[in-house]
């Protein structure tokens, strides 16, 4: 995954938003079940929601609402670059997940997260 494209492919707060339709008609199919969402991201949202808005507070809003629906997250932070701002971090932090960097990722961490999640 190391590899992978990121930044300024998708707007955030869309896609998440967009998940959150998605997980919502699965939890009608099957409410026994606790959707689990895992994100990668550099946090860099490029759209805003509406004309001169912060692309990146839309986006940490709408990880709030996956939080408030029960969604267990986990954010895959895929920034790169000396240049840091740790966005992927902050919208965890509004989803309520655990943020985990590309190096911390391995199955065996992946799955112990996925445990942890479905536990909660």
């Given at each position: 995954?190391?590899?992978?494209?990121?930044?300024?492919?998708t707007?955030?707060?869309?896609?998440?938003?967009?998940?959150?339709?998605?997980?919502?008609?699965?939890?009608?199919?099957?409410?026994?079940?606790?959707?689990?969402?895992?994100?990668?991201?550099?946090?860099?949202?490029?759209?805003a929601?509406?004309?001169?808005?912060?692309?990146?507070?839309?986006?940490?809003?709408?990880?709030?609402?996956?939080?408030?629906?029960?969604?267990?997250?986990?954010?895959?932070?895929?920034?790169?670059?000396?240049?840091?701002?740790?966005?992927?971090?902050?919208?965890?932090?509004?989803?309520?997940?655990?943020?985990?960097?590309?190096?911390?990722?391995?199955?065996?961490?992946?799955?112990?997260?996925?445990?942890?999640?479905?536990?909660?």
């Amino acid at each position: 995954m190391a590899g992978m494209r990121t930044g300024g492919r998708t707007p955030l707060a869309d896609g998440l938003l967009r998940a959150r339709a998605v997980l919502r008609v699965e939890r009608l199919r099957d409410p026994r079940r606790r959707p689990l969402l895992v994100l990668l991201t550099d946090g860099r949202a490029t759209v805003a929601a509406r004309p001169g808005g912060d692309p990146v507070a839309d986006a940490c809003r709408a990880a709030a609402l996956l939080a408030a629906d029960g969604v267990a997250t986990v954010v895959v932070d895929c920034e790169s670059g000396p240049v840091r701002l740790g966005l992927a971090a902050r919208v965890a932090a509004a989803a309520d997940g655990e943020v985990l960097g590309l190096a911390q990722l391995s199955a065996e961490r992946v799955a112990g997260v996925v445990r942890a999640a479905r536990a909660a």
